[in-house]
């Protein structure tokens, strides 16, 4: 049973430039929430998705933004690339009854 | 707002040495305290979900307890594998909320063989 997968592993990118990140959730589950990690610190909460729609975001710029998919597959997306957006970015999935949450591995982003 | 503090920051520790890890919170109305272990490079994998005080879980060598303002893991004779940082996160009760966790900054655990 594959578990939450995510692409790509790595990626470099220049200030000013835009990005897609990419997850598939795992078997049986049907939303998906995506956390931005900084080096040394805790993962923080960008945005969920649920029945393709947005449900709720954390305290992050419109330069964020996300999509779902018909088959609960997500992308992420930023625009207008800072230096700050240096980060390790993980993809959540879980089920509406569910509390917990199962993480991919990430993708770590650097903008030099 | 909902936050989350773990102490210490980071902890060394002679295989066998026994500890335990602190994680102090402030949230309104708690659905639910995470734990979860994070090797490097890698994404936070699950160790355990406690819902109400008095709450007590274990696994191998880790056991988890809750109390109304903080969870300790507690580590009993580690080993080198045991390596890892260890998160603690909290889900609040809000009603439509997405659920979505506040995670503390986290404990880097380095065991010494």
């Known amino acids: 049973d594959a578990g939450v997968t995510q692409s790509p592993t790595h990626l470099i990118k220049t200030r000013g430039q835009q990005v897609t990140l990419r997850c598939s959730p795992k078997s049986g589950h049907d939303t998906v929430s995506w956390y931005q990690q900084a080096l040394g610190q805790g993962p923080q909460f960008i945005f969920q998705?649920?029945?393709?729609?947005?449900?709720q975001r954390g305290n992050f710029p419109d330069r964020f933004s996300g999509h779902q998919f018909p088959n609960y597959s997500s992308e992420l997306n930023v625009n207008a690339l800072l230096l700050g957006d240096s980060a390790l970015y993980l993809c959540?999935?879980?089920?509406?009854?569910?509390?917990?949450?199962?993480f991919g591995s990430g993708t770590r982003l650097t903008v030099v | 707002e909902d936050q989350v503090t773990q102490s210490p920051e980071a902890l060394r520790l002679q295989e066998g040495e026994s500890s335990s890890l602190n994680c102090s919170y402030t949230v309104s109305g708690l659905r639910g305290l995470f734990w979860y272990r994070q090797d490097p490079g890698k994404g936070p994998e699950f160790l355990f979900t406690?819902?109400?005080a008095g709450e007590e879980k274990e696994k191998e060598r880790l056991k988890a307890t809750l109390t109304k303002k903080e969870s300790f893991l507690h580590i009993t004779a580690p080993k080198p594998e045991d390596s890892a940082t260890y998160l603690c996160a909290v889900q609040c009760l809000i009603s439509g909320s997405a659920r979505q966790l506040t995670f503390g900054s986290g404990t880097q655990l380095t065991v010494l063989p």
């Open positions: 959540a999935s879980s089920t509406t009854e569910d509390y917990g949450y199962t």
């Open positions: 406690l819902y109400s």
């Open positions: 998705y649920y029945e393709e729609e947005e449900r």
